[in-house]
Structure formats: C-alpha cells, structure tokens
C-alpha cells in the first residue's frame, strides 16, 4: 500500500519561502513521476508541478513558474517542493500525487497524500 506524506507547510509573509516534502512509506519514489497539487478555497484544484522518473524533466505552471523548484531527495526518499517568493495567492493546501508511472501522469494521479496547509499573509 503507499502512502504519501506532505510536510514543511506552515504560515509566512509574502515574500518568503517555504519548503514542502513528499515522502512516502512502501515505495522508492525515485522510481516515479511525483506531481504537486495545490487547493484554495473557492478555486479548482491546480497542478503546480511535476517531475518525471523517464528524463527527470520538470514541469511547472505558470503560476509558479520562476518561483518554485522541484526536486528529488534520494537519501530521504522524498520529493521537495522549494517555494520562494510567496504571495498571498499561494495560500491553499498542498498535495502530492503519483501514478507509480515513471513518466508525468497526463490525468489525475491515482496515489494522494492527505495534504499540508500553506499560508500566506502579512
């Protein structure tokens, strides 16, 4: 059974950074696309980014794109998400998700982590 676990959120101003972790329990994630997922209140659910197992490609949306990095953590078996410059819009609830797939899943990802909460505000 996987189960992925977020960590690393919490409350910060604009401006500042935060770093969330993905780590999962029965899986090397090294072997698998991860995708990152953000939720606010009020909006649709919106995939931020992913990393591929195939070419270790990366892939960020618009939104983040210049801001955010994501990358893998071998020896901890997990997959960060480095988030700098936040801004009030960033506020939502982070998730990560695979597919067990090596490639970026194209549809919903079938694993979920339960989520951890970023907030952003002065």
């Known amino acids: 059974q996987v189960q992925l676990v977020e960590s690393g959120g919490g409350s910060v101003q604009p401006g500042g950074s935060l770093r969330l972790s993905c780590s999962a329990s029965?899986?090397?994630?090294?072997?698998?696309?991860i995708v990152w997922y953000r939720h606010a209140p009020g909006k649709e659910r919106e995939r931020i980014s992913c990393?591929?197992?195939?070419?270790?490609?990366?892939r960020y949306a618009n939104s983040v794109k210049g801001r955010f990095i994501i990358s893998r953590d071998l020896a901890k078996n997990t997959v960060d998400l480095q988030m700098n410059n936040l801004e009030p819009e960033d506020t939502a609830v982070y998730f990560c998700?695979?597919?067990?797939?090596?490639?970026?899943?194209?549809?919903?990802?079938?694993?979920w982590g339960r989520g951890t909460q970023v907030t952003v505000s002065s």
């Open positions: 998700a695979t597919d067990l797939t090596p490639p970026c899943p194209a549809g919903l990802p079938e694993y």
């Open positions: 029965g899986v090397t994630l090294h072997y698998y696309a």
């Open positions: 990393i591929s197992s195939s070419d270790g490609s990366t």
